[in-house]
């Protein structure tokens, strides 16, 4: 029997889920980084790249997008060429579409999710036979048997005593076997079986509730990119990876927009046992979030912009931004360079200054601001 020390969580995100070989190479890596290393994971899978996209489409009404997903895990399913796992997806296509086809109001929540919920669904099965493709044992554990949530469709949230009852019933049964489980991420179910899913991202959420709720060291969140970066690096090229943040930190950047991580997925890890949660590729974790940073790494982490709105804003997030030093050293910055100030705010009982701006000048204060915080020492 493993222990129950050995357990972490692996979620594997979207991004990485394209094709045949890329699911082949997430049960490859899981098993040379956690099984070869004595570690007993258990994996949380997102759906593939683009598919829930899809069937949000699909659930308003779109055959091009049922076309689309239906043909997309087959060939995948095909890829790996085992009979076993292209009947299973057969069996689940099938009955996705048999259940589109008895819509009888395509604007109920309920069904929207129930339809959604088959990306991460099929997406479990194609893994747990990925897995057994490069000889790792592995099983099927059911989000909607196991993750309880409230009725909010759409972006529910994880009822955790119950979840947590759940999750205690199946453990000890998992590390006897030393079998690799698999579950969906993002999706679970109310009290009286009903499907929901937890909002977009939402697969962390999953990951990150399983690894509090069953006190678990260590979550690992794999994405296509080695790590939370300083800013987009698409509009600054020097960006760098944050090494370590703080969960309020890490919550705060998502509430910005910072990489898509679900907001949510903080909330267990504060409330109950506090996981650490290392983000990054199968190259390099570059970001550990915990829930305490030391004095010395309090400050800036992750500045971004949005412009969307009428008011565009500059985010500056990291405890401590709201200390008068670092408040001055921000407005001598726009006070030497000639950049407005539309409003500036600063929290006591949250890690971010917010800068509204002139429209149109964004970029250039950020990538102004990035080089003064982060690339000056
Ligand atoms: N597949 C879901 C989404 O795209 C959940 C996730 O990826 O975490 O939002
Ligand atoms: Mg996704």
């Not at 699909?58 to 997008?65: E, R």
């Not at 408040?327 to 800068?355: A, H, N, W």
């Amino acid at each position: 029997m493993m222990e129950r020390k050995n357990l972490c969580v692996v979620k594997i995100g979207g991004s990485l889920l394209r094709d045949g070989k890329s699911y082949i190479e997430a049960a490859e890596n899981i098993k040379k980084m956690f099984i070869d290393n004595g570690k007993l994971p258990i994996v949380v899978v997102s759906a593939a790249k683009g598919v829930t996209d899809s069937l949000i489409e699909v659930a308003k009404g779109s055959t091009k997008h049922l076309d689309y997903v239906v043909e997309k895990y087959l060939a995948i399913a095909k890829e790996l060429s085992s009979s076993k796992i292209v009947k299973r997806v057969l069996e689940e296509l099938e009955q996705l579409k048999r259940i589109v086809g008895t819509a009888a109001n395509s604007f109920d929540p309920a069904f929207q999710d129930l339809i959604v919920s088959f990306g991460e669904k099929l997406s479990k099965i194609l893994m747990v036979g990925s897995l057994e493709i490069v000889n790792v044992k592995s099983v099927e554990l059911s989000a909607r048997e196991l993750i309880i949530t409230n009725n909010i469709h759409g972006d529910a949230s994880i009822d955790y005593v119950s979840t947590a009852n759940n999750l205690e019933k199946i453990v000890n049964s998992i590390l006897g076997a030393s079998v690799t489980p698999v579950i969906e991420g993002f999706v679970g179910a109310t009290e009286d079986g009903v499907v929901t899913t937890l909002g977009r991202g939402g697969s962390d959420y999953t990951a990150t509730s399983i690894a509090s709720l069953l006190g678990i060291d260590d979550v690992y969140l794999v994405t296509e990119v080695d790590g939370i970066m300083t800013t987009d690096p698409l509009v600054v090229p020097s960006a760098k990876i944050v090494n370590v943040m703080s969960y309020v930190e890490a919550m705060e950047a998502a509430l910005h927009g910072a990489k898509r991580i679900n907001p949510k997925a903080f909330e267990p890890l504060e409330k109950f046992y506090g996981s650490t949660v290392f983000i990054g590729s199968w190259k390099l974790f570059g970001t550990r979030i915990q829930r305490k940073i030391p004095d010395n790494m309090i400050g800036p982490k992750v500045i971004m912009y949005k412009s969307s709105s009428d008011m565009p804003y500059i985010a500056i997030v990291g405890e401590g931004v709201g200390n008068i030093r670092f408040i001055k050293m921000i407005i001598d910055i726009f006070y030497e360079k000639g950049f407005e100030v539309l409003g500036l705010q600063t929290y006591y009982y949250r890690p971010s200054m917010l800068v509204h701006v002139k429209k149109g000048e964004e970029v250039k204060i950020l990538r102004e601001l990035h080089r003064k915080i982060f690339e000056e020492v």
